[in-house]
């Protein structure tokens, strides 16, 4: 599976937009790239997923380049409760493929 | 909603002693996996199950790290003897299918080994 590079830590006001970056710049034809997030002392919470195009669901946005090689998951209105570690994880969606965590973003929500 | 239940939520044993936690995954999941997570890293693999088999435990220290899933249902992690290098989260996770669908955790197990 690809690596992925994110930032070590940011900060984002409540009620704002949270953008968290990823970069995931050898992620080959079949992969997908997958959010999870993990509140403290907490197991991690599957967010979302997308292959090339862009994805909503109730939680988040997540948009994906053109070329793939990076994208964005979106948070439209940060709440205090959003305050967790944001892992991007790329790989193959077949039979049997792990799931491999980096060290994630800290993301914290400020009031 | 469907959880995975894991226990007991902290546990506190000395070095050298046997330790053992318990997962239950989501009904239905034949996909069972067991993470260690040392605090400030992310979750590091130890253990999967398919069904009752295990399919990938190439990260489980198996000199002193076990782990069965003999129904193919719920699981039990042990660790004897344990060391204090064992301290972290043990999380258990589960999924319908291993690799094409969505994990679903557990809530872990803080072990301190003193």
């Known amino acids: 599976d690809a690596k992925t590079t994110q930032p070590t830590s940011m900060d984002c006001a409540e009620g704002r937009a949270a953008n968290l970056p990823c970069n995931h710049s050898?992620?080959?034809?079949?992969?997908?790239v997958y959010w999870y997030r993990q509140i403290h002392s907490q197991g991690p919470q599957y967010i979302i997923h997308?292959?090339?195009n862009n994805e909503t669901n109730e939680m988040a946005s997540l948009i994906i380049t053109e070329d793939r090689k990076s994208s964005t998951l979106i948070l439209p209105h940060a709440t205090l409760r959003d305050t967790a570690v944001y892992y991007c994880?790329?790989?193959?969606?077949?039979?049997?493929?792990?799931?491999?965590f980096g060290a994630g973003t800290i993301l914290r929500v400020k009031s | 909603e469907a959880e995975v239940a894991q226990s007991p939520r902290y546990k506190i044993t000395e070095k050298s002693q046997a330790v053992a936690f318990w997962c239950d995954p989501i009904?239905?999941?034949?996909?069972l996996y067991w993470y260690r997570q040392i605090l400030g890293q992310g979750p590091e693999l130890l253990v999967q199950?398919?069904?009752?088999?295990?399919?990938?435990d190439s990260q489980l220290p198996k000199d002193r790290f076990s782990a069965e899933r003999l129904k193919g249902v719920d699981s039990t992690l042990k660790i004897q003897p344990a060391e204090l290098g064992d301290s972290a989260m043990y999380l258990c996770?589960?999924?319908?299918?291993?690799?094409?669908?969505?994990?679903?955790f557990g809530q872990g197990t803080r072990l301190t080994v003193v």
């Open positions: 996770a589960s999924s319908l299918e291993p690799g094409r669908t969505e994990a679903f």
């Open positions: 009904s239905g999941h034949a996909t």
């Open positions: 050898t992620i080959s034809g079949n992969e997908y």
């Open positions: 994880i790329v790989r193959v969606r077949e039979y049997g493929n792990k799931l491999v």
């Open positions: 997308g292959l090339k």
């Open positions: 199950f398919q069904d009752e088999s295990v399919v990938d």
